[in-house]
């Protein structure tokens, strides 16, 4: 049934800031970690290992997550989800040990592991196929804003105040939010389906359904990329004489592009009435150019211009990637079949820094890593060609 207008965007809304709190939670880390480090005797193995954790737990409570949005709906798991994410912060203002910020850490993660398959869900109930493209577009513009204020925020608390303060009001954000929630979502009827929903009934559509699968599979490859360039783009560019904050500005204005382009990619494909599947096989031969375009520029206004457009264009695919997934997931189980699609993106995230890293090394040459990453989206056109689309859709 149609939703009205009005309530449709305040879901998104709510969504929208579910989505980037819990990326606060995860990069507030970044701006303290070095306090922190220092004042509780952590290696930097330990350092790192603290975003580790996150992951572990983040990876954990993806299908899960799913399975219970489906089950339970969306008002009750995303509000204990976010609420767990908020109160960890919180505990993370109290750690003396290494030991104690590790197991807080994955807390962390596992709160904010559902919030992307109930983001999902509440978009396919009150979106309709045509609109979820823009939709996601929004939605993904998540974690890019949760990062930034994590930085800025981060960064002022701990000048301001102590690194416990940055946590505890990060914190305090994400349990406003998740109350906020609890009280403004209403559950959808649930589907005769959901009633039969699985810890493996995600996993089953996906692996047995063409459309699920090879959408998936393109879209591990297209993280791959994406992942590849967070990680290494900062390197390259420090390898090629720019100095950190040079890196940075290079990198901001490639961000920049990124969220536009994450806005207004929904809107292309309708506005024109685009196949999807032929505008994604489009954006994916871009990657590739501007892949290669970017890796082999040495002129910092060059880079900029060229950066810009490269981030434009990278986040691109991911709205109509997660549209896809929503159109063709079995009545019912949009969230539990997110929650498998996220896993294997989240595969591609572990892999991609070392393997890339690890070209770099074996060849001695940086631009390896801009062939790497070009190949990988090669290889991801190819999985988009199986997608087989409805006639008249």
């Known amino acids: 049934m149609q939703k009205r207008t009005s309530a449709k965007w305040l879901m998104l809304l709510l969504m929208l800031a579910a989505f980037s709190v819990t990326f606060m939670t995860r990069f507030v880390w970044s701006p303290v970690s070095g306090t922190v480090q220092e004042l509780l005797g952590l290696s930097n193995t330990a350092a790192g290992a603290f975003m580790s954790a996150f992951f572990i737990g983040y990876v954990i409570t993806q299908i899960p997550g799913g399975v219970l949005a489906d089950r339970l709906g969306v008002k009750f798991v ?7 994410t908020g109160l960890a912060s919180v505990g993370m203002s109290f750690i003396t040990t290494y030991t104690q910020g590790f197991v807080v850490r994955i807390i962390t993660g596992l709160g904010a592991g559902v919030v992307m398959a109930c983001c999902t869900k509440v978009i396919s109930e009150y979106f309709e196929q045509k609109d979820r493209g823009i939709a996601f577009g929004i939605l993904l ?24 303060t940055a946590f505890r009001i990060t914190g305090y954000i994400a349990i406003a939010i998740a109350v906020l929630i609890f009280v403004a979502v209403r559950n959808a009827r649930k589907a005769d389906s959901a009633e039969k929903v699985t810890l493996l009934s995600g996993i089953k559509a996906v692996f047995t359904t063409r459309n699920l ?16 360039v967070s990680t290494w783009a900062n390197s390259y560019l420090a390898n090629i004489g720019f100095d950190t904050v040079t890196a940075a500005s290079v990198m901001s204005i490639y961000s920049i592009g990124g969220i536009i382009g994450s806005l207004v990619t929904g809107f292309i494909v309708k506005k024109f009435n685009l196949s999807t599947k032929f505008y994604l096989i489009g954006v994916y031969i871009a990657l590739i150019i501007t892949t290669l375009l970017f890796g082999f520029q040495t002129n910092l206004t060059v880079l900029n211009i060229v950066g810009f457009i490269y981030g434009f264009v990278t986040y691109l695919p991911n709205a109509h990637l997660n549209a896809q997934i929503t159109k063709y997931a079995p009545e019912g189980m949009s969230a539990s079949v997110m929650g498998v699609q996220n896993c294997i993106f989240q595969l591609a995230s572990i892999i991609s820094p070392a393997l890339v890293g690890w070209t770099v090394d074996a060849t001695g040459a940086f631009q390896t890593c801009w062939f790497t990453l070009a190949i990988v989206v090669a290889v991801g056109i190819l999985f988009l060609f199986m997608i087989k689309e409805e006639r008249g859709k």
């Open 213 to 228: 699968l090879v959408i998936c599979l393109a879209g591990f490859f297209y993280m791959f990329l994406n992942l590849g």
């Open 78 to 84: 995303l509000s204990a989800g976010v609420l767990v």
């Open 141 to 164: 513009v998540g974690p890019t804003l949760g990062l930034t204020i994590a930085n800025k925020l981060g960064a002022y608390l701990l000048t301001s105040y102590n690194w416990q």
